[in-house]
Structures are given as structure tokens and as C-alpha cells.
């Protein structure tokens, strides 16, 4: 069965300094991957995915995300964080040629100024 | 722990016919999110309830319409349904922040609807 985990409920970083958000996957055959945000009170917002091919993922708003086959990570990342990065982020998993998609229990991530 | 309940988990519907889905939120939880996956796509958002009013809303088709109801449950209703309808339909629940309680979003299992 797939399951995905975010180890940390909250991440705090000063605006400018860079950011992770980390994930770890576990799921039969490769996996398709992605990143999803939540701003307050709104829906789920598509940031990135990786399916094939390199493992350094560029997504919306200079979010990036490196796929580790043998950490089993996709952790999230961002050389400089903003304060309007501040929000949930939810990461997700889904097998290929599965049916099931995955998600995480999301991370909050505060960007103090 | 509980989680978030959805029914039917499977759904099997012809064109032009209506479909009810229904999702149980976490109990306490009072928001709840409701998102599309077509086959081979990503998750969409469709709309989200907060204490039984439309908190905010995405893709949602005119022939779709939800509500959230006093226990908090949401439900649904798809009409004049079309084969692009077939999806995988999640929904999940939240406790709105205040106070800086930290708001997860919680997903159920999904309801797979197949319109022939």
C-alpha cells in the first residue's frame, strides 16, 4: 500500500533564508510524485511533480523538489523563502498505472519576517 | 483515529443520470474540501465549505452543486452526468485555524464514479 509522510507539523524560517518541506513516500514500483500548497481557507493548489527524467523538479513560485530513489524523499525546497510563502503543503504519491493517490498529512510552513 | 468517511466508494452511472456523493468529516472538523481526479490527471479543486456556508470555490461544474449540512457532512449532486465526469472524487475535512491551531487537511479514500 502506498503511504506518504511529512515529519514535521510545522516549519519556521526567517523571510530570505532558503526552505525545506520534507517528504518521504513509500509505494510499489516508481512513483509519480507531487507537491501541493493551501493557501487559508482555500483549496489545493498544484505546485510541482515528478514523473521521469531529472531529478532536480522546478514548480510554480521558484519551488523545487528532489526526487532521492534510495532515501525514498521528495523533499521541498527554495533558495529564499517569502513571507507569502506561508501556508500548508501537502505531499502526494500515486503509483503508476495505480488508481490510488496518496496524500500526506500536510506541513505548515511560517515564514517569519 | 477517526478519518474522513466517503460513500459510496464506488458509483457506476450511465449519461444524463445524477449522482449523490457523500463525505463525513472528521468529527470537530468543520470545513471540507471537495477535489476531482481524472484519469491520469491531478487532483482539481472543485469547492470547500466552512460551517455550512461556500468557503471558496474552483473548477465546479454549473451541473454540480454542494452543500454542507448542520452536522457537517457535505454531499455532491452531479446532474446531467457526462462521460468526462468519470473520475476519482476526494474530499476532505479540516478545523479552520484560529488561535494558530495547526489545520491539517485530512483526505478521505474517495469515491470512484464511472459514467458509461
Known amino acids: 500500500a502506498q503511504s506518504v509522510a511529512q515529519p514535521e507539523d510545522q516549519v519556521n524560517v526567517a523571510e530570505g533564508n532558503p526552505l525545506t518541506v520534507k517528504c518521504t513516500y513509500s509505494v510499489s514500483g516508481n512513483p509519480y510524485l507531487f507537491w501541493y500548497v493551501q493557501y487559508p481557507n482555500r483549496g489545493l493548489q498544484f505546485l510541482l511533480k515528478?514523473?521521469?527524467?531529472?531529478?532536480l523538479v522546478k514548480g510554480s513560485y521558484g519551488f523545487e523538489a528532489e526526487f532521492n530513489k534510495s532515501q525514498t524523499s521528495f523533499h521541498l525546497k527554495k533558495p529564499s523563502a517569502l513571507v507569502s510563502d506561508s501556508a500548508l503543503y501537502f505531499c502526494?504519491?500515486?503509483?503508476?498505472?495505480?488508481?490510488?493517490?496518496?496524500f500526506g498529512p500536510g506541513t505548515r510552513l511560517s515564514v517569519l519576517p | 483515529a477517526a478519518g474522513v468517511i466517503q460513500s459510496p466508494r464506488h458509483l457506476i452511472k450511465e449519461k444524463r443520470e445524477t449522482a449523490t456523493l457523500k463525505c463525513y468529516p472528521i468529527p470537530r472538523h468543520d470545513t471540507v474540501y471537495w477535489y476531482q481526479q481524472g484519469p491520469g490527471q491531478d487532483p482539481q479543486f472543485l469547492i470547500s465549505f466552512y460551517e455550512k456556508m461556500q468557503s471558496d470555490k474552483g473548477s465546479i461544474p454549473d451541473r454540480f452543486s454542494a452543500q454542507q449540512f448542520s452536522d457537517y457532512h457535505s454531499e455532491l449532486n452531479m446532474s446531467s452526468l457526462e462521460l468526462g465526469d468519470s473520475a476519482l472524487y476526494f474530499c476532505?475535512?479540516?478545523?479552520?485555524?484560529?488561535?494558530?491551531?495547526?489545520?491539517?487537511?485530512?483526505f478521505g479514500p474517495g469515491t470512484r464514479l464511472l459514467v458509461l
Open positions: 515528478y514523473i521521469t527524467g531529472d531529478n
Open positions: 502526494a504519491v500515486r503509483d503508476i498505472g495505480g488508481q490510488n493517490f496518496v
Open positions: 476532505a475535512s479540516t478545523y479552520r485555524a484560529t488561535g494558530g491551531v495547526r489545520e491539517t487537511q485530512y
